[in-house]
């Protein structure tokens, strides 16, 4: 894949029609698969492009940009340039204003892939979050699942954190989820329970 091809792809994602932007993000998705194309369009500029779609896009917008941004952030520097870029607050944004699973489970996808990075963990406290997440577990399986994942990352260390999510409600959908979902849920969920016993 050749650098110019990259940037010139970057460029509509600045500067195009919305509908230019929108192909743009589901091309560079494609361009994304194979890893080393993952590197070369992380250092092309074009994460902070992507996120600017997440937030101002139109709803496909959104959703191309989430989709190549989840491809992208899989390479562990691509998270750190996402979270400089901003991701962080229209991800958080999209669980608190948006009623569409799909949206949601985007959402909830990628930011699950970034709560591994220390930076985004810190980003996604800041954007207050956690009530939010809490929220999901209440809502369909993959939703659950992926919001288990994010909070465990965001409070496996956090005494404090921990009480609060507690607070919010997050015991019981935990317990189901910890009978109800799939292997990885349950897993989430029961360490999650554990942390939340020894905090109590």
């Known amino acids: 894949m050749k650098t110019r091809a990259v940037i010139s792809f970057v460029e509509v994602l600045q500067y195009g029609t919305m509908e230019a932007r929108e192909n743009a993000a589901a ?60 991701i962080v607050k229209p991800l958080v944004k999209i669980l608190t204003e948006y009623s569409s699973q799909w949206i949601v489970n985007e959402a909830l996808a990628l930011l699950s892939v970034l709560a591994g990075n220390q930076e985004a963990r810190a980003e996604i406290f800041k954007a207050k979050a956690i009530p939010a997440l809490v929220d999901c577990l209440h809502k369909e399986p993959r939703n659950r699942e992926n919001a288990a994942a994010i909070l465990l990352f965001l409070c496996k260390r956090d005494t404090k954190k921990l009480i609060s999510i507690g607070k919010l409600g997050a015991v019981v959908p935990l317990m189901k989820l910890s009978r109800d979902g799939t292997e990885r849920a349950k897993r989430k969920a029961k360490s999650l329970l554990e942390l939340l016993r020894q905090a109590a």
């Open 27 to 86: 091309t560079l998705f494609s361009l994304s698969l194979p890893d080393e194309n993952k590197i070369k369009i992380g250092e092309s500029g074009a994460i902070p492009a992507l996120v600017n779609l997440l937030e101002n896009g139109s709803v496909r917008g959104k959703k191309d940009a989430a989709t190549a941004l989840f491809s992208l952030c899989s390479y562990q520097e691509n998270k750190g340039r996402a979270v400089r870029a901003g």
